[in-house]
């Protein structure tokens, strides 16, 4: 059953998960951005602040409206609290003639995130059948994830969407699944009102908590109507249909010379990309004989990342490019089930040369 | 590395440079006693005064070569070095000094502005790395050099295995940190996507663009990074400028349609060192 909140209440959600040990991880201006940043208060919500994205442009704006939520999609995505950038797996130090290997326990700090978009809990639900659902688990990844809590808000605001196309992609505006409570910011004239909803026990136990009336028809017909109204005057779209089939047998597309000619193979889009999930690993040893085995983020815009014997294998933008493109928009689903894509747009505004996924997706369909 | 008696030979040579990749040595101030238990400091000027004599396990080798002397110099070096690795943008690309190798500059026309006695001043016209005269082993990229990067290749050396240095772009340690990238979000011109990472995304970090200290990345694309810079509004001797700093004379930052290189080929001595 909804519930209607005000947005004293939103603050009073944001202070009941610190007094439950929750880290809580929401956005605020930061960097003339908005961004998701740990130790969130209510205060820090950027009220009233919006954001216009257009392909390698970001700027933020005044929106006038005093909303909480109303921007589109971050900066980067929240993954950083679930799959670090940099983590130690393990490390090694000599002792006599042997040596005694030290693993760390997996993290266990409970992390709550604020206003995650159903794009970024979509990516999530992704990066749980590479981390979990194989053959092997990662344990670190498992640790957070068990102890990750979600306040989802769904994209109500915004009839523009920029760069986002999530609708085309099947996974939002609404969240879908994943999160533990979702809500919908609504702005009428003079009037500001949340609906929420819990989807998980944790979640129904955290809003029992909190001060609010059960939701009107008309309050939740709204909410429904404002979500529909972004869903359908998104502007870009991808056309899923028979898309891996398209992106199989795209190789030899003349598309992706003109596109390697744009790239700059800065990883920008993979570093931003909620999905992705390459990392390298590094070992190290210090002077004194301690050895470390590191884990960091890494891309297939690097040369290292295709390096076998002998050399780097895709020695081109272009190569690299298609690679990403042809894995993200096709063989994904071969290999997990599902779509390597989300719709968040972020590759789009954040790449410094503007590439536009969803321009490239449409020319190799129009060529193919 | 067991007996201190095998301790690895270590000197530190300087060419036509600031002295700052030294520095970032002695900058490693809570590691130095590490390095000295692990190598032994055969010659190194700026450290300490006591010598031993070569040859030389490892050299590391800043600054580039703008003189005679220093050309010939360096194959010494060369010849009595087992390992020779180049620090810097001096000694990797020819540094700042290498605004001199550009078309309308003139080193030997500029040397009695500069100096009171021209007639004690021998200069070449170039500023070259020190790879354009010898054969060497590796680099170390940065001006300066991340002072960190120099002790993960010492101890690389020491303990026989690659050093961990990055060849990825700039862009990827700033998204790491968390920064917001500059171009994107401010609209400031920035190298960061043809950089190479390294330097710990200072620059980002306070809200500048990045001006290429490191040098460019594995696969620059200064074609790409040029038009984005043109849509930023900026103006084309700017954008020249932007590319010509410590890594001027680096192939990897040459604009588009640039012609690169009057080749200093008949000052090198390039070919005569031996490993």
Known sequence: MSTVMDVQAVYTLIDSLKSDGYEVVGPRLRDKALGYV?????SDLPAGLGD????????TRDRGDGALFGFRSSPQSWRRWIFPPNAEVWSARRDNDSFVVDTSAPDSMKVAVIGARACDVAALTIQDKVFLDGQFQDPAYKARRENLLIVAVNCSLDADSN???????????RVQAGHDIALTEIIEGDKHYFVADAQTDEGSRILEGISGAPAGTDEVAAADSAISNVADSMGRKVDADGLPELMNESYES?????????????????????????????DSG?????????????????????????GAIRNTN??????????????????????????????????????????????????? | MSEAAAKPTLAVWKFSSCDGCQLSILDLEEELLDIVGAVEIAYFPEMTRAVVKGPYDVSLVEGSVTTPEEAERIAEIRENSKILITLGACAVAGGIQALRNFDGADAHAWVPTVYAHPEYISTLSTSTAISDHIDIQGSVQGCPPNKYHLLELIGSLVWG?????????????????????????HGTPCLGPVTRAGCGSVCPSYHRGCYGCHGPAETPNMDALTTRWRSLGVAEDDIVR????????????????????????????????SI
């Open chain 1, 38 to 42: 740990a130790g969130t208060n209510g």
């Open chain 1, 52 to 59: 216009d994205q257009s392909p390698g442009n970001y700027r």
């Open chain 1, 163 to 173: 760069t986002c196309f999530c609708a085309s992609m099947g996974t939002g505006p």
């Open chain 1, 254 to 282: 003349p598309r992706w010379t003109v596109v390697g000619e744009r790239c700059l193979s800065c990883t920008s889009c993979t570093m931003v990309c909620p999905t992705c999930f390459c990392t390298n690993i590094e």
């Open chain 1, 286 to 310: 210090d002077l004194n004989g301690v050895a470390t085995r590191t884990r960091s983020w890494d891309s297939c815009f690097t040369l290292r990342h295709s390096h076998i014997h002998g």
């Open chain 1, 318 to 368: 272009k190569a690299r490019y298609r690679q990403w493109a042809i894995h993200k928009m096709g063989t994904w689903q071969e290999q997990f089930g599902t779509s390597g894509c989300v719709g968040c747009g972020r590759c789009i505004t954040w790449c410094p040369s503007g590439i536009d996924i969803t321009e490239e997706v449409t020319a190799i369909r129009e060529e193919a």
């Open chain 2, 161 to 185: 295995r690659t050093p961990n240095l990055p060849t990825h772009s700039q862009c990827l340690d700033c998204k790491v940190k968390g920064n917001v990238c500059v171009l994107v979000a």
């Open chain 2, 242 to 273: 932007g590319r010509r700093m410590f890594y001027a004379w680096d192939p990897g930052f040459v604009g588009p349609g640039e012609e690169h290189h009057k080749q200093p080929a008949a000052e090198t001595t390039r070919g005569q060192g």
